[in-house]
């Protein structure tokens, strides 16, 4: 049996290495003593203590024969536990603890730096045998936490987030890598920090373009719909700043929605006919829309969109019973004027309205309302003004049916 553990030992000091070997015990010491005649040994005490006292000084020799790749690595572990801090009376050259690992191996600044230097330094033809290597390799769970737990609190510094997001342009996630990033955030509760910085993100505007194109069409199912409501259930007192205000507006300006669209607002808002608003909400409606004043285009749009509709009767009670008690300010009743002023009803409006005034009889309470209604003086000026005119035109209009009856008679 050719595999095991072997021992080399300083003739001098009786300081001792101790390795193993899973496929020659002899090959294995003719390649230590090819790499400590060249200087290069891997160990830098052996490769010190050879170049002190020359290669007559060392010896080898097997202590546990062994077959297979874990039973080796077990009898290392044990033999070097054995010699391990120079337990048994002479110094042990080994310079990491646990066998077939670098566990427990702390490596200088000095070292980090040639290594990370000559990772920089590999040809595209190395990185690519390597990723290449890597792909379609599955990690277990202990080395998944051992490099989640190397990751956490790092950070990178404005190079490296670079050169990860210049690596990750065009890069397309499989469906099956989409399905494991959505797993493993399900759940998962961002810190106050994270949420602090996620806010003050600003998107560039080819991200926020992209981000519009890739929700485009997209359908959220039942259940993300009612975790997005909830949540912004949760968010009802917050309060935008006028800056966030403005950036919506912003947005929405010049916005157009596409006919699919109003129609699935329409018949989302069409099942919601007996949603009753809370008083509060009211009043938070009420105070956002005061002093808002709407453009022509708007007021032309909203013209627009309300021709030819016709409300439901139980439309009209609301709309009735909003407006009872409500008292219109002298600058609404001034617009309202303003806006009739020179208005001609179509003749179809005119016989919806005298049709709808047949048969109306008014409550006794509206006509004490009426009766006690007292005009201002202003009405009355502009009343007398237009009676005054009425008048005269009657005067003319008589004159001339008189001469025309006199030329007749004649």
Known sequence: MSTGVYLIRNLHTGAVYVGSSSRSIARRWREHRNALSKGRHCNPHLQAAWNKYGADMFAWEVLEHAEGRDAVLACEQRWIDHYWGG?????????????????????????????????????????????AASLGRVKSPEELAKMSAAMRGRVKSPEERAKLSAASLGRTASPETRAKQSAAGRGRVKSPETLAKMRGR???PETLAKIGAANRGRVRSPETRAKISAAGRGRAGRVHSPETRAKISAAQIGRVQSPETRAKLRAAQTGRTGRVHSPETL???????????????????????????TATPETRAKLSAASLGRTASPETRAKQSAAGRGRVKSPETLAKMRAASLGHVKSP?????????????????????????????LRGKLAYHQASLFDLAE
Do not use: F, W
Not at 283 to 308: C, D, F, I, Q, W
């Open 87 to 131: 337990r048994m009376g002479v110094d042990c050259y080994n310079v990491l603890p646990a066998a077939g690992s670098p566990a427990g191996h702390i490596m200088s600044p000095e070292t980090r730096a040639k290594m990370s230097a000559a990772k920089r330094l590999m040809s595209p033809e190395t990185r690519a045998k390597m990723r």
């Open 202 to 204: 600003v998107h560039s």
């Open 283 to 309: 009043a938070k409606m009420r105070a956002a829309s005061l002093g808002r004043v709407k453009s022509p285009e708007t007021l032309a749009k909203m013209s627009a969109a309300n021709r030819g509709r």
């Open 365 to 393: 309470e509206t006509l004490a309302k009426m009766r006690a209604r007292t005009a201002s003086p202003e009405t009355r000026a502009k009343m007398s003004a237009g009676q005054r005119e009425r008048r005269r035109k």
